[in-house]
């Protein structure tokens, strides 16, 4: 099982900053299948960023991904107040698909 | 619009059975089609955990260590259902789960369900 570590676990920022989220991978992601969600309180997730890199469908391109084999990251180049909430990296190349423990991005 | 939705949650006792539902709406859901569906769960205040998923021939269904011998995926694409029987339910089964369609973008989770909580407690 991949196990995927994400840090930090809480990213204190004002709107407007950059937000620059790591997901470290135990073992290399097979193809960069890697896949990042956005969650808020009461709600599920939301698909941000499939391949590493690719944004899925009417997501803002404030969202970026980026890296490859075992390391990873999702940056949101400047915060709007509606993007403070949870984020999680997932591997879906191996079985079972595994998820980080999440970044929490709240407001400074 | 696709649309997911679940039903089927509740309070059952450790040890019992119980058995989701997920009404999916929006796509093709046959055999003949390319996603594949999978069941979420989020104990908590805890992170997310893949459970199972099952392509929809049928044919391949695949299971986190935790529940295998224990819950079952399939679904019903007559009536464009898809199932988790939960058996021999412990304390830690305790979570939201999640119905979600994998496949519109490689094999992520494109389009999920608003969730059905699950509490098992004496």
């Known amino acids: 099982e991949i196990v995927l570590t994400q840090s930090p676990g809480t990213l204190s920022l004002s709107p407007g900053e950059r937000a620059t989220l790591s997901c470290r991978a135990s073992q290399t992601v097979i193809s960069s299948y890697l896949a990042w969600y956005q969650q808020k309180p009461g709600q599920a997730p939301r698909l941000l960023i499939y391949?590493?890199?690719s944004r899925a469908t009417g997501i803002p391109d404030r969202f970026s991904g980026s890296g490859s084999e075992t390391d990873f990251t999702l940056t949101i180049s400047r915060l709007e107040p509606e993007d403070f909430a949870v984020y999680y990296c997932q591997q879906y190349g191996s079985l079972p698909k595994t998820f980080g423990q999440g970044t929490k991005v709240e407001i400074k | 619009e696709v649309q997911l939705v679940e039903s089927g949650g509740g309070l059952v006792q450790p040890g019992g059975s119980l058995r989701l539902s997920c009404a999916v709406s929006?796509?093709?859901?046959?055999?003949?089609?390319?996603?594949?569906m999978s069941w979420v769960r989020q104990a908590p205040g805890k992170g997310l955990e893949w459970v199972a998923n099952t392509k929809q021939d049928g044919f391949e269904k695949y299971y986190v260590d935790s529940v295998k011998g224990r819950f079952t995926i399939s679904s019903d694409n007559a009536k464009n259902l898809l199932y988790l029987q939960m058996n021999s339910l412990r304390v830690e089964d305790t979570a939201v789960y999640y119905c979600a369609r994998e496949g519109g973008y490689e094999g992520s989770a494109d389009y999920w369900g608003q969730g059905t909580l699950v509490t098992v407690s004496s």
């Open positions: 929006g796509f093709t859901f046959s055999i003949r089609s390319s996603y594949w």
């Open positions: 391949g590493a890199s």
